[in-house]
């Protein structure tokens, strides 16, 4: 393939699984995953010391969620009572063996496909451009605020895109 990337490929009947292990991608997702979870630390931390009740404690823990939803997994958490009255507390810790077995996914893929005969990586590159495609169109839609809408009528992509929704400017 390239340096830092090893494939291997088991073809099955109809199908092709290619197992692809990326050094970059594996140093990229350990550095978001690092900073995710040192923010959240962080944030927890805070929250701790904030003298709340437990149903605005726990409105700012959801909100926490909300915003660091992968190092959230990781993260063992035991909430406050919601009917308890006045300050609320609570505890967190990291998940030692959820890391574990997070560290050991990150830049490693498994690939199924009906492409059979092809190159290893040009199937890597195919999944490559996907991904980048799929974040593109995610973007354009938190751009153009769209929702979720089946599109396999004509009529249906032109109304969405073209909806009334859209300013002025856009038409």
Known sequence: MRPGVEVKV??????LYVFAQSQDRLNKERAMRRRQLKTL??????????????REL????????????????????????????????????LNRQKLRIIRRREGRYLLRTNLLGRDPAQLWQFYIQLVEIEAA???????LALRPIFHQLERRIEAHILSPSWPTACR
């Open 58 to 93: 726990l409105l700012k823990l959801g909100e926490a969620k909300g915003r660091y939803r992968a190092a959230w997994r990781l993260m063992d958490i035991q909430f406050p009572d919601p009917r308890t009255k006045g300050i609320a507390s609570f505890s967190f810790a």
């Open 41 to 54: 630390w962080r944030r927890l931390g805070q929250l701790q010391q904030m003298k709340l009740t437990a």
């Open 137 to 143: 169109f995610k973007n354009l839609k938190d751009d």
């Open 10 to 15: 088991l073809p099955q009947e109809n199908e």
